[in-house]
T-cell receptor, first 114, second 112 residues
Framework: GAVVSQHPSWVICKSGTSVKIECRSL??????MFWYRQFPKQSLMLMAT?????????EQGVEKDKFLINHASLTLSTLTVTSAHPEDSSFYIC??????????FGPGTRLTVT | KQEVTQIPAALSVPEGENLVLNCSFT??????LQWFRQDPGKGLTSLLL?????REQTSGRLNASLDKSSGRSTLYIAASQPGDSATYLC???????????FGDGTTLTVKP
């Protein structure tokens, strides 16, 4: 099956710094990628939808200036958490949708802000 | 607006049992329905994708069915094993939406 990678798998950063998470579709082209966050024992929460070459569409309540999303190519999307604070600590998961509208998920990135 | 419900929220069965997980959705105008599993602290793994024109899909011990008219899908797991313990989520892609709507999942525990 199709593979989506995420890097890094975990990161610890200090409050006020920025963190970039990469999401890559390794063996297919993804016109659409999604970013989710998930708190322990809770459901996935969609943060934004990104289409290659255009601005991301953010869900209600998600600050676009804080969570910067760039979908630079058909295989790469990045999420930058700017000026991170402890409340941004979470599990961030990306997914990519192929031409057949099947969705594949990355392994997730655990962010801890101290 | 599409709403997806999964019942039960949690299920515990002894090893070897056959079981059924349920997913219901409110808008039958769908493009596809996808079943995933998530292990603790991991991403989601795609299990089965059913296109709107299909009635079922099978992969190994898994069988997923789709009844658009009644807004239901089931995931059947045969001869359950402890390794099947995980949270199972269904996701519905509506025809007028760019994103899938996820249920909250059913957490399955298979006891040895």
């Amino acid at each position: 099956g199709a593979v989506v990678s995420q890097h890094p798998s975990w990161v610890i950063c200090k409050s006020g710094t920025s963190v970039k998470i990469e999401c890559r579709s390794l063996d297919f082209q993804a016109t659409t990628m999604f970013w989710y966050r998930q708190f322990p024992k809770q459901s996935l929460m969609l943060m934004a939808t990104s289409n290659e070459g255009s601005k991301a569409t953010y869900e209600q309540g998600v600050e676009k200036d804080k969570f910067l999303i760039n979908h630079a190519s058909l295989t790469l999307s990045t999420l930058t958490v700017t000026s991170a604070h402890p409340e941004d600590s979470s599990f961030y998961i990306c997914s990519a949708r192929d031409l057949f509208h099947e969705q594949y998920f990355g392994p997730g990135t655990r962010l801890t802000v101290t | 607006k599409q709403e997806v419900t999964q019942i039960p929220a949690a299920l515990s069965v002894p090893e070897g049992e056959n079981l059924v997980l349920n997913c219901s959705f409110t808008d039958s105008a769908i493009y596809n329905l996808q079943w995933f599993r998530q292990d603790p602290g991991k991403g989601l793994t795609s299990l089965l994708l059913i296109q709107s024109s299909q009635r079922e899909q099978t992969s190994g011990r898994l069988n997923a069915s789709l009844d658009k008219s009644s807004g239901r899908s089931t995931l059947y797991i045969a001869a359950s094993q402890p390794g099947d313990s995980a949270t199972y989520l269904c996701a519905v892609l509506s025809t007028n939406a760019g994103k899938s709507t996820f249920g909250d999942g059913t957490t399955l525990t298979v006891k040895p």
